[in-house]
């Protein structure tokens, strides 16, 4: 699943060639994704411009020329990708079979034509992703329903004691969790619990001061690198205009099972389910 480093890459990469670019079609080959009604949503797009591209945690949000907002969630296999002259820029997950020169293909759902020419196509092989049309008040709702997003304002040292003293979920389900902490998926939260030195099983309300303050560093840490280097990459995950996310040359327990702990040498990375989600972690670094 895209997480924060990788929604906030495909934003930044859509913002130049979609800004100032106005609808004239809106094709639905599979209403799964659609939360409006596939009528009320082509209505609702038709003929607007793009003015904006919004975001938080893992979900973008689209300004349009009329006041109202397209959201869209990518979900574990959503993507988009924007064509214009058999040029593209791509963000989100792929699959083995894609070929961006032939979309729209089997797993395309939604295809959004502008006045130029160029398409915006929606694919998504499991169908989880979605998109809304929502209003100002609408939106400002769903965003009230985030926790504070790490490296904005609003994720402070002492809003994030008071989030973990509360709780007496395990730290990984924490970090998790997009109503308390906005855009963490399983790669970060393995990589950050792993930054710190700390167990993902530990229960938030029992880590130390000092464990607080690591963790809270490393989020910030490894995030604002992840966006540095546009993401990580795996078999099913292309970068804008074709570019791999190479924040994967920095991983250090996801999907690092089985291999040798990079900081201690001494122990093998090991996976345990904790909260229902695979977590990876060295057993002599995070006691």
């Excluded at 979605?130 to 008040?137: F, R, S």
């Excluded at 040292?157 to 969790?177: D, G, M, Q, T, W």
């Excluded at 201690?264 to 057993?283: H, T």
Aim: proline share 3%.
């Amino acid at each position: 699943m895209p997480e924060l480093p990788e929604v906030e890459t495909i934003r930044r990469d859509l913002l130049p060639v979609l800004i100032g670019k106005k609808i004239t079609g809106v094709s639905v080959l599979h209403k799964a994704p659609i939360k409006d009604g596939v009528k009320k949503f082509q209505a609702a797009l038709r003929y607007k411009t793009i003015r904006g591209i919004e975001r938080i945690g893992k979900l973008l949000m689209f300004d349009l020329s009329d006041g109202n907002f397209l959201l869209i969630h990518l979900k574990m296999t959503g993507q988009l990708v924007y064509e214009y002259d058999k040029k593209f820029v791509a963000g989100g997950h792929s699959f083995s079979s894609f070929d961006a020169a032939a979309l729209p293909d089997r797993y395309t759902w939604v295809v959004v034509r502008f006045n130029d020419g160029s398409s915006l196509y929606f694919n998504d092989m499991r169908k989880f992703g979605y998109l809304k049309i929502v209003d100002i008040k609408q939106k400002e709702k769903i965003m009230a329903g985030y926790g504070a997003e790490p490296l904005t304002k609003y994720f402070t040292l002492k809003n994030f004691f008071n989030i973990l003293e509360r709780r007496n979920a395990p730290i990984k389900s924490v970090l998790l969790n997009q109503s308390l902490i906005a855009g963490i998926g399983n790669i970060y939260a393995d990589e950050i619990c792993f930054e710190a030195g700390i167990f993902p099983g530990t229960k938030a309300n029992r880590l130390s001061i000092v464990e607080k303050n690591k963790l809270f560093k490393a989020i910030n840490k490894i995030l604002k690198k992840a966006i540095k280097y546009k993401g990580t990459t795996f078999k099913t995950y292309i970068g804008a205009g074709g570019r791999k996310g190479n924040f994967s040359d920095f991983l250090r327990v996801y999907q690092k099972d089985g291999e040798s702990c990079t900081r201690c040498r001494k122990a093998i990375i090991i996976v345990k389910k904790i909260g229902g989600r695979s977590s990876r972690y060295c057993p002599v670094c995070q006691k």
